[in-house]
């Protein structure tokens, strides 16, 4: 039996700030709680266990619903002050109360009390009995202390990065002090202090980029400028120095190269002669092993050295042959380091000033063969658009050329309709003119005719047969001269067809010149002239209707107004 609720940490997953692992197949088993006026009973685990809210920011407050009607603030505080320190109850009237814990983990620990059945004592009584149901509050004050944390908290991290920002950035550059000449002879002591050289040629240097050089200040601040150069010459000695230190240092590798290669011989040499028959056969398979192995090991280690060394020596042979044709150079700066100093420094300017000068000959080269390139394309793309022009002309010239062609393939066409046309007609004719002449043989025969009867007969024929091909011709040369007069007629023609009883020619002159209005009443009168005679045979037919007649006869009333 249970006296009471055992501590529970909160870092264990599920109830504390860690997160709750994910479900298993095993459920927890929960057991029954005893205190000292009332006693917890768990739910059946054959039920779905109860549901809680999302957890707000910063809760501390907790929800317990389902409190028995007998129970009072002192039975609430018994039982969850197991899980941790109370510092408010807020109990309903309605069997449900406000618990406000110290700490946030707390809350974990009576979350874990959803769902167990109340009961104040030994009684069976409704009211002392009650299922709890525990879960997570809303509460201001809550959030208002997660507000202030989180806010102490970025305060803290903008001081953590402030701090870190200062102690990563460079330290700012001292100031520098306005000139005088107490000043002025300061910086002259400084300038010839190897320790204080480097601060003082920057104030010197922003004294001369101010502008305090002037004709009384001139000789202090050549002196000064004479003391930088003096500097050049103890920067020399200090480099030869320095080139003397590694040559030592070279050489010192050098041999203790060459030393740690004789051993590394040794070591292989006696590999060697133990791999050899007379006491390789005396070793087990194991040591022979591992014998072959540290042979191949200390070979390996032992080329590499070796490599090594030979690139040492073939490097101090190339320097050797470069220093045949000159003597070398610390012997030199011992006979006349200054001197030595300022031709460096001159073949020095003199080399960048041609390195300048190749760079600015370079870009111009680069100029001048784009410019060339660009003049190059501009000629071709002159020639390919004249070739272009050209080549557009000569198309234009033969579709002009191929549509006369067919206008002159649509004239020929009409014509020799037309010749068949007159062909099919002489042949009617002929055909008329022979039955005739059938008929007045037979005729002559019959009532006796003499010869000349006959030959008077033949003459009229001819006349006819010439008076037809003379209309031909006629109709040939009325024929229309454009198609702006087909049109005029068919629009005539259209509109005598509306008007059937005649109309004024001046009624017709202003309808047409709605449509044209350069067009002249004399025009219309010549085409009106021309309609009955081309219409004629239409109108007058044998097969011609009495509305046809009556066209016709409009046509004529229009001619005599």
């Known amino acids: 039996m249970m006296t009471g609720i055992t501590p529970i940490n909160p870092m264990i997953p599920g109830l504390g700030l860690v997160p709750p692992p994910p479900p298993t197949e095993v459920a927890v088993v929960k057991e029954i709680i005893h205190c000292k006026s009332c006693t917890l009973f768990p739910q059946n685990p054959n039920l779905p266990p109860p549901s809680t809210r999302e957890r707000p920011p910063g809760c501390k407050t907790v929800f317990v619903g389902g409190l028995p009607e007998n129970a009072t603030e002192e039975i609430i505080q018994e039982v969850f002050e197991q899980c941790g320190d109370i510092t408010a109850i807020r109990k309903s009237k309605k069997n449900f109360c406000h618990i406000r814990f110290a700490e946030e983990f707390m809350v974990d620990k009576a979350i874990y009390l959803s769902g167990y059945r109340m009961r104040l004592g030994s009684s069976t009584d409704k009211k002392d009995s009650g299922r709890l149901h525990v879960d997570f509050a809303q509460a201001r004050d809550d959030f208002y202390e997660w507000e202030c944390k989180q806010r102490m908290r970025a305060r803290e991290e903008r001081h953590r990065r402030k701090l870190e920002e200062d102690r990563l950035r460079p330290p700012s550059p001292p100031a520098i002090m306005h000139y005088s000449e107490h000043e002025a002879a300061l910086l002259a002591d400084k300038l010839k202090d190897d320790s204080k050289f480097s601060e003082a040629i920057t104030v010197l240097l922003s004294w001369i ?38 040559e030592e240092a070279k050489e010192n590798f050098k ?19 133990s791999t050899r028959q007379k006491a390789w056969d005396h070793f087990s398979k194991a040591q022979r092993k591992n014998i072959d192995i540290w042979r191949k090991h200390s070979e390996e280690l032992r080329n590499a050295q070796s490599e090594q060394l030979m690139g040492i020596r073939r490097e101090e042979e190339m320097e050797m042959s470069d220093d045949e044709n000159c003597d070398s150079p610390t012997k030199k700066m011992r006979v006349d380091e200054s001197a030595l100093a300022a031709q460096a420094y001159a073949l020095k300017e003199e080399n960048d000033s041609l390195r300048w000068q190749l760079d600015a000959y370079r870009n111009e080269v680069e100029l001048l063969k784009q410019e060339k390139e660009q003049l190059f394309r501009t000629e071709e793309t002159v020639t390919k658009d004249q070739q272009l022009q050209f ?33 099919s007609h002489t042949q009617a004719l002929l055909k008329v003119l022979q039955e005739q002449l059938k008929g007045t043989k037979e005729l002559v025969e ?53 008007h059937p009883f005649g109309a004024n020619i001046e009624y017709l002159w202003s309808y047409m010149q709605q449509l044209d209005s350069k067009i002249s009443a004399n025009e219309i009168e010549m085409l009106l002239m021309r309609l009955p005679r081309m219409f004629k045979q239409e109108f007058t037919g044998v097969g011609a209707t009495l509305e046809k007649r009556w066209k016709l006869c409009a046509f004529e009333g229009i001619k005599t107004t």
């Open 446 to 498: 019959t009532n006796g005719h003499s010869h000349e009867d006959t030959n008077e007969i033949n003459v009229l024929t001819v006349a006819l047969v010439n008076q037809d091909r003379e209309n031909n011709i006629e109709k040939r040369s009325q024929g229309l001269k454009s198609e702006k007069e087909a049109l005029l007629i068919g629009i005539i023609s259209t509109f005598l067809h509306v």
């Open 391 to 423: 080549l557009q002309q000569t198309m234009q010239g033969m579709q002009q050329q191929l549509l006369t062609i067919q206008e002159e393939l649509n004239n020929k066409k009409s014509e020799l309709e037309q010749a068949k046309e007159e062909q």
């Open 255 to 273: 041999n203790a190269l060459t030393g740690i290669l004789t051993q590394f011989e040794q070591i292989v040499a006696v590999f060697n002669a």
């Open 209 to 246: 980029e101010r502008g305090e050089v002037n004709r009384r200040s001139a000789n202090q601040f050549y002196s000064m400028v004479q003391s930088a150069n003096s500097h050049v010459r103890r920067l020399m000695n200090e480099k030869a120095t320095h080139e003397q230190e590694m």
